[in-house]
């Protein structure tokens, strides 16, 4: 949907009556044409269209089929109880999840247990990485106690650079070449770490519009975790996108007794808001990984 003024209000209406975006003026041009190409791609066929009336004229094979077995949730292979806990077991598949913080509050290492837990479940995992090679996230990763080293083979666990843009990039741009990379990746998890230097030369629409087609590009085989600085995206930006994501969790970093200290904050899980029993505080450290510090430590 194309309007000239922009409300909240206006926005959840549409979305609800069954719009894919809603783009306000001025729009972003390269991100409206890839909303439009994906939104006509994931349209239904004629066939598919026909399905509800042939079972509304007595046709009820379809809904007699045989109900497929739950998915599994996308965790930490039991590496990390905590966040499985708060996250109500895991991460439903075909989710959006966006994982904000402040830096070095401990996104990518949150990032790196899931990619555990997805890579032991059998799950192909794609990271868009401003730091690591593919040798280099394993090694990472198993410096913190996260041993990948014999459950990496084949295209299991691939990274693609991620390189900040440069300063006579177009802003309008370099969000539509992310998802036409993320689009061409069919199935598995998806982790992009981090939009943080897109999101802070861009204009709002164009990061709403990045968010918005991953949205559509999750299916049930297609999961996509976005890591971004929160003081990299406008406040009530942030506000938006947090209601359009299914998953939301928040980091931060605090000093506690001159050391530092990080905590993990699930406000939404699998669509579902969260106020309660909904985050833990740790500490990272070498070979050991995550440590949890208890409540009764900070209290006092």
């Known amino acids: 949907m194309l309007t000239e003024e922009f409300s909240a209000a206006a926005e959840s209406k549409v979305l609800r009556l069954g719009a894919t975006d809603i783009f306000a003026k001025p729009f972003d041009h390269g991100i409206l044409a890839m909303a439009i190409r994906l939104a006509l791609r994931n349209s239904p066929t004629t066939s598919e ?15 007699r089929s045989t109900p497929l077995p739950p998915q599994e949730l996308i965790a930490t292979g039991g590496t990390l109880i905590q966040l499985e806990n708060v996250l109500n077991g895991g991460i439903r598949p075909g989710s959006l999840v966006l994982i904000e913080g402040a830096s070095q509050a401990g996104k990518s290492v949150v990032c790196q247990y899931l990619t555990y837990g997805a890579i032991l479940g059998g799950r192909s995992v794609v990271h868009f990485s401003t730091q690591h090679t593919a040798e280099s996230l394993v090694e990472q990763m198993g410096s913190i106690g996260l041993d990948l080293s014999q459950h990496v083979h084949g295209d299991n666990l691939v990274v693609y650079p991620l390189e900040a ?42 990061v709403m519009g990045f968010f918005s ?27 938006r996108l947090q209601g359009l994501c299914n998953t939301h969790l928040k980091l931060t970093s605090q000093m506690m007794r001159d050391k530092p200290v990080k905590t ?5 899980v699998n669509d579902v808001e969260k106020q309660r029993d909904n985050r833990f505080t740790f500490q990272v450290e070498q070979e050991i990984g995550i440590r949890i510090i208890p409540m009764a430590s900070i209290k006092g």
């Open 165 to 206: 843009p440069s300063a006579n990039e177009d802003p309008g741009n370099i969000f539509a070449e992310l998802v036409t990379w993320i689009d061409g990746i069919p199935q598995g998890l998806i982790v992009v770490d981090s939009v943080s230097d897109r999101a802070a030369i861009s204009a709002d629409r164009a």
């Open 213 to 239: 087609s991953c949205q559509r590009l999750c299916t049930k085989d297609r999961t996509i975790i976005v890591v971004a600085q929160s003081s990299s995206i406008d406040p009530r930006m942030l506000l």
């Open 264 to 268: 993990l904050e699930v406000s939404k």
């Open 49 to 63: 269209k026909a399905q509800p009336s042939q079972v509304a004229n007595g046709d009820t094979s379809a809904s």
